[in-house]
């Protein structure tokens, strides 16, 4: 009826009605919103994919086609393949981890009780307070001379204070440390996930399940697991890209080090990138990531709408 | 049954809460240790508290400044953020049937591509093109590109909840579309839309690769590249400044998450959260 009132009016009038319909005013809505995120993260994502086949360096943005020839140098590279094997384990060890805990501190936290507020304010802080601040203390805390966790290990009689572990300086307890800090960041934001996903059952399941006398251990298995398995597999697919393309942890703690023993891929690129100026190189490392990426939007698409998250 | 389910939150709530916030207990108590105690073995507990950490994080590095800047930062882009989000977000709500839930997922999946991969090209059209190198303005550019698809998802999912009646009530009263949506709908998601202002600052707060990246002077850092590149000085470190300047941004965003939490939930799954 809009439309049929603005054939008849002046030219003036016929515009304003031109917004109401609904297709114009949605390009006109959205369009910002796509035309920023083209110009910010598609055309880089692009420009990382070409420089990636260049000999580009720092001072530049374009270099000689050198077609696979930085992917080769990479895969040559001992250091860029520890770094693919190290990405994963710390991803995976980490996640298995915190969908654990999640799982667990999401359950005990839905149900009102005396305390939750401070107890669940205590549980935010780690993924609360910014990240490179609170590694920055992790490396306070596994400091090779004042380490509280030795003091505590000490004082357990599970270490000797003789031979005080260096939890970033020795190869295996540095991988350790960057995988605890990473799933002590990640578990308040999986919790919260997963206290969605359980929030999000309606109160027919439950009463349903009581009726038909299914409680504790057989209804979490039977019932309440099932109902929440894609919220969680979103939860895991959120902490798997952001633990794998993380530079924050490793840069920090350990810079890759002992001997290359914890560089990620993350941290491979940035100092192939901007440390040795080598830009071709680090783009093409970078794009190691893209697999990752990948496989999380597609568990994403999949999950995500099940899960109505999206 | 209530007491088998209290004791099921507390046994397991309280060992978790003590393991996540026991690192900041520590960085508050290294914090109040003079410098000269930090490291003596026979004073880990029992040491003589001072505030002289946080004088001197105030009075002779350069903390204020990053916080300034961590601010000034952040309040630019919630605003740029929200200028071309809230209406994104809408329209991908509302109006656009299964155009825009395909594209309302393309956005969404934009939030997962990580700086990581970004920052290398970024940097050098920062550098080249836009002539932005060390200053802070490179960042107010350039963080949008993740904040933005946050604010859309989140939004979205706000948007959501609010039914479709309050709208078609106002265009049968006379409102024009837009007109419904600045005087119905933006009003009512006030909430809503404060939650995404908070996590979208927080967002800011946290980047670091970016403005490692981007910045290279001191005085021109933001509060997560300030602290680690100089609080510590090559073999030097201030370890009681450095968890004062750790804590004092962090207590207080912990605390305003847990009271948007709820809010945070509702947007994160579209309103299927009552």
């Not at chain 1, 995120?37 to 086949?53: D, E, K, M, R, S």
């Not at chain 2, 207990?25 to 490291?39: C, G, I, R």
């Not at chain 2, 106002?170 to 939650?195: E, H, K, M, Q, Y």
């Amino acid at each position: 009826m809009a439309t049929a009132v603005a054939a008849r009016g002046s030219r003036r009038h016929r515009l304003r009605y031109v917004a109401e319909r609904r297709s114009v005013l949605a390009t006109l809505l959205i369009s910002p919103a796509v035309l920023f995120i083209t110009a910010l993260v598609g055309i880089p994502l692009a420009l990382a994919v070409y420089l990636a086949f260049t000999n580009a360096r720092a001072g530049s943005l374009t270099g000689k086609w050198v077609g696979l020839a930085n992917f080769r140098t990479a895969w040559n590279d001992p250091i860029f393949r520890g770094s693919l094997w190290h990405t994963a384990e710390m991803t995976f060890i980490s996640q298995a981890v915190v969908v654990v805990c999640a799982g667990l501190i999401a359950h005990a936290l839905v149900h009102r009780f005396h305390g939750r507020w401070f107890l669940r304010f205590l549980i935010l802080l780690p993924w609360a307070a910014p990240i490179s601040l609170t590694v920055i203390g992790f490396l306070w805390f596994y400091d090779p001379q004042a380490s509280i966790w030795n003091w505590f290990l000490i004082k357990l009689h599970l270490v000797s204070p003789l031979n005080k572990p260096n939890w970033l300086g020795t190869p295996h307890a540095a991988m350790a440390s960057i995988i605890t800090v990473q799933a002590w960041r990640t578990i308040p934001f999986a919790t919260v996930i997963f206290l969605a996903g359980i929030s999000s059952i309606p109160q027919e399941v439950n009463d349903a399940s009581a009726i038909d006398g299914a409680t504790g251990l057989k209804k979490f298995w039977y019932v309440s697991l099932p109902l929440q398995l894609p919220i969680a597999l979103v939860a895991v697919l959120f902490g798997i890209i952001f633990t794998a393309t993380d530079m924050v942890v490793p840069y920090i703690l350990t810079n890759g080090g002992p001997f290359n023993s914890t560089q990620m891929i993350t941290t491979w690129a940035f100092t192939t990138g901007i440390n040795s100026g080598n830009i071709g190189e680090g783009a093409a490392i970078s794009l190691f990531l893209l697999p990752v990426l990948a496989f999380v939007a597609v568990g994403m698409l999949v999950f995500a709408r099940k899960a109505e998250v999206t | 049954m209530t007491l088998r389910r209290n004791l099921f939150s507390y046994g397991v709530a309280i060992p978790f809460a003590i393991v996540l916030a026991f690192p900041f207990v520590w960085m508050f108590v290294t914090s109040l240790k003079p410098e000269a105690q930090v490291y003596d073995p026979t004073k880990v507990w029992n040491f003589d508290p001072t505030l002289a950490s946080y004088g001197f994080l105030f009075h002779h590095t350069d903390y204020v400044r990053w916080l300034e800047n961590s601010a000034f930062v952040g309040v630019l882009v919630v605003l740029i953020t929200l200028v071309i989000a809230l209406p994104a977000g809408y329209a991908l709500a509302r109006l656009s049937g299964r155009v825009g839930r395909s594209m309302g997922v393309g956005i969404f999946l934009t939030y997962l591509v990580p700086p990581t991969l970004l920052f290398l090209p970024l940097s050098r059209v920062v550098a080249q093109y836009l002539h932005l190198s060390d200053r802070l303005w490179a960042l107010v550019v350039v963080y949008p590109s993740f904040t933005v698809p946050f604010a859309i998802w989140l939004l979205m999912g706000f948007f959501k909840t609010i039914p479709q009646e309050l709208e078609d009530a106002a265009l049968v009263d006379g409102c024009t579309r837009l007109g419904s949506l600045v005087r119905i709908v933006f009003p009512i998601s006030i909430p809503g839309i404060l939650t995404v202002v908070i996590f979208t600052f927080s967002l800011v707060i946290n980047e670091f690769v970016y403005a490692i990246t981007f910045i290279s002077s001191s005085a021109n850092r933001t509060l997560p590249v300030g602290v680690p590149t100089d609080l510590i000085r090559g073999d030097l470190f201030n370890w009681p400044g450095i968890m004062g300047a750790i804590l004092i941004p962090s207590i207080p965003l912990a605390l305003i998450y847990n009271a948007f939490l709820n809010r945070f939930i509702a947007g994160f799954t579209g309103g299927a959260f009552r």
